[in-house]
């Protein structure tokens, strides 16, 4: 961007992210996800400090005070902890750390951390006097808060009076559990009432309620992280001189602390607290988007002080985002294997679930006309596990006033012909009208040599565009006549390079039968389909021969993927192809009579990476047991077997009471 744009943009973002921190803080009603606003806000802080070289309004606290409850100024300042996002800041963090207290003539050996769960609720500051409950407030802009101690009095785990008569004054974190918000939201659905966007959303709702019934029929809960001040008022308590036992005295006197705070005696020991409660974050009952860790020592937290916003001795390590905001840059129309045309946004990259990506599907035509999106915009992207990103919503505010509506083409280049396209009868999606366009033939095989297909290992798309520019090859059968000779002189290859392609063709020609269905690139024939069909008919001439209504009868193919079969073998195109081809191949054909019914009428579900087998492995075992795979979790699936990381399949089988399994388990049910 040039300086002139530079400015507008920052005039843009200051004022994004102030109307959408109005909408978080003072109206309990955001419009984006946290990390979006994140999102937005560090680029605000970026621009701010390369263009004015100070970060100036990124730095505001909390929100206004709202007029309808007594202003209460604090008797502590309220701080807001800066983010840091990776390994990488943390251990900068760590060693900036290290040399401000080495530059005051202090020993890092006695720097320690407290780590604790950034709970995603409401930061509440609670007053007590000779151990009666006085007073408690909102957090408001970090000097002047609401004061809401007739609805904090309701929180049944706040107790109203301590243990001991002391003076002190703690910080907690308001919050509802994923149960309450469900009942409450029921509840809200059948008066005709508008519904809560999240659980944070309904705790900050239902503490700045002025009346305190309403606040006491929604069972908040409160978790105490921090002491602000303390009077010991003649009593045995003696002032912690850490922050660990900070949370041990205020646990003492009777108010709720976390059991998962841990003291660690490094960086390196925050770090695997952050990867535990990273993977256990939905075992619990409040939602966290992060860790916080403090420096444990009071005397170096003096020492470090604060910034204009932010503590120096505390940070906030936040979760991988799984949305994020970029800019669209371009979208272009990609053209599948079946001839299916796929709008692509290309993005400006961005880090999202810990990985970069630069591109974004759009769906069809009717998604780009819903979001509206175009080139230009600053758009929300969610990324999960691994789910291709998808665009979310635009944010209409950052819009270029030079922003054209995108609008489908008649025709596609990489269609062939006259690149014509088609919109398929009944669907929101487009196709080519000519079904064999060079760019068609070029994913077709793309597709033949793919891991799910014939596994022609280390010849990828790359590799096949060569062979078809120079001519080498035109069809699946003239893969399986390349010698080293015809590959030596292509660009880039050497001797080596050629005698691993030839190797890794000629092991490709033992193929299971399935996997020469799945390579041919037939409509609606997939992996689990193409298993099916071979294990039903148990050759290639039989599947060629069969009817329709004697495919549709196999459980679990139906009509529509029979047809499609038949239709395909009835080509008398496909009909070479396939006579072509079959010469230079070793057919696998299924076992048929041998398998056990050990998990016969079981269906598994697949989720994580395990450890001692591939997935594909399981997946035979399975099969050869007489079980079935399935890609989806639904009430029929018996087992989800887990791996490391598993993705939404493990909260699916959870929500429908679908047993899990570990990996051992698993192996000990099909070793028996």
Known sequence: MDSKTKEKRLQQLRDTVSYHRKRYHDEDAPEISDTAYDALLKELQALELEIEGKISTANTVGGEVNEAFS?????????????????????????????????ADQSVEKLSYVSEHKIDGLKLVVEYQKGQLVRASTRGDGVTGENVTHTARTIKSLPHKLAKPVDLICVGEVWLSEKEFERINKEREKNEEALFANPRNAAAGSLRQLDPAISAGR?????????????????????????????????????????????????????????????????????????????????????????????RFGMAYKFPAEEATTVVEDIQLQVGRTGVITPVAHLRPVLIDGSTVSRATLHNEDNIKRLDVRVGDTVILRKAGDIIPEILSVVLSLRPKEAKSYKFPKKVAECGGDGSIERIPGEAAYRCVSKDSGALHRHRLYYFVSKGALNVDGVGPKLIDLFLDYGLISSYADLFTLTEGDLRDLPSFKEKAASNVVSAIEQARKVPLYRLLVGLSIENVGEETARLIADTFGSLEAVRNAGVEEIASIHGVGTTVA?????????????????????????????????????????????????????????????????????????????????????????????????????TEFLDIVAR
């Open 71 to 103: 202003k209460v100024k604090h008797v502590v300042r309220q701080w807001s902890f800066d983010n840091i996002f990776d390994k990488e800041e943390l251990q900068e963090w760590d060693a900036r750390l290290k040399r401000l207290i080495t530059e």
């Open 563 to 663: 047809r499609s079969l038949v239709d395909w073998f009835a080509d008398k195109n496909h009909q070479k192809v396939v006579d072509e081809l079959l010469p230079y191949l070793i057919i696998e054909n299924p076992t048929t009579g041998t398998k056990s019914n050990l998990l016969e009428g079981q269906t598994f579900v697949l989720t994580g990476t395990l450890q001692r087998m591939t997935r594909d492995e399981a997946k035979d075992v399975i099969r050869r047991l007489g079980g079935n795979v399935s890609s989806s979790v639904s009430k029929k699936t018996s087992y989800v077997v887990v791996g490391s990381e598993p993705g939404s399949k493990a909260d699916d089988a959870n929500r429908l009471g679908v047993k899990i399994l570990t990996e």
């Open 219 to 311: 069972n908040l809960s409160i978790t105490v992280y921090d002491l602000d001040l303390l009077k010991v008022n003649g009593t045995d308590v003696v002032e912690p001189s850490s922050q660990w036992e900070e949370l041990n005295l205020l646990k003492q006197l009777g108010l709720p602390t976390s059991p998962d705070s841990e003291l660690c005696t490094d960086i390196s020991e925050v770090q695997k607290y952050y990867d535990k409660w990273l993977k256990r974050r939905d075992k619990i009952q409040y939602g966290i988007d992060g860790v916080v860790m403090k420096v444990n020592d009071v005397d170096l937290q003096r020492l470090l002080g604060y910034t204009a916003k932010s503590p």
